[in-house]
């Protein structure tokens, strides 16, 4: 199991501030070293419906795993926290 949090728009357009994900439902179609990727994470919750495909299909999309930015071919375990947001500008 990992948290996902959705940060900012993201988080008002999914209307989701956070879920819990269960790797397992990915380990079992993954090959045979069981790795599951941020990117399999994320087709699994576009896969959700139009809404979730539109949102989380934009280029600009960031990741973080364990408060780090990462991309998405980065490995995700259990108990990871992972975050998705729009990129922050400051001013």
Same mark, same amino acid.
């Given at each position: 199991?990992? @948290?996902?949090? !959705?940060? %900012?728009?993201? /988080? #008002? /357009?999914?209307?989701? +501030?956070?879920? #819990? !994900?269960?790797?397992?439902?990915?380990?079992?179609?993954?090959? =045979?070293?069981?790795?599951? $990727?941020? %990117? =399999? *994470?994320? =087709?699994?919750?576009?896969? @959700?419906?139009?809404?979730?495909?539109?949102?989380?299909?934009?280029?600009?999309?960031?990741?973080?795993?364990?408060?780090?930015?990462?991309? $998405?071919? $980065? #490995? *995700? @375990?259990?108990?990871? #926290?992972?975050? !998705? !947001?729009?990129?922050? $500008? +400051? +001013?």
């Amino acid at each position: 199991m990992i @948290k996902i949090l !959705f940060f %900012a728009a993201l /988080r #008002e /357009r999914l209307q989701c +501030g956070q879920l #819990e !994900f269960n790797l397992s439902s990915l380990t079992s179609n993954a090959s =045979a070293a069981k790795t599951v $990727t941020i %990117a =399999a *994470v994320l =087709a699994q919750l576009q896969a @959700k419906d139009s809404l979730w495909q539109h949102a989380l299909s934009q280029a600009d999309l960031l990741c973080a795993l364990n408060q780090q930015l990462v991309p $998405t071919s $980065t #490995e *995700v @375990k259990a108990n990871d #926290e992972l975050a !998705f !947001f729009p990129p922050v $500008t +400051g +001013g």
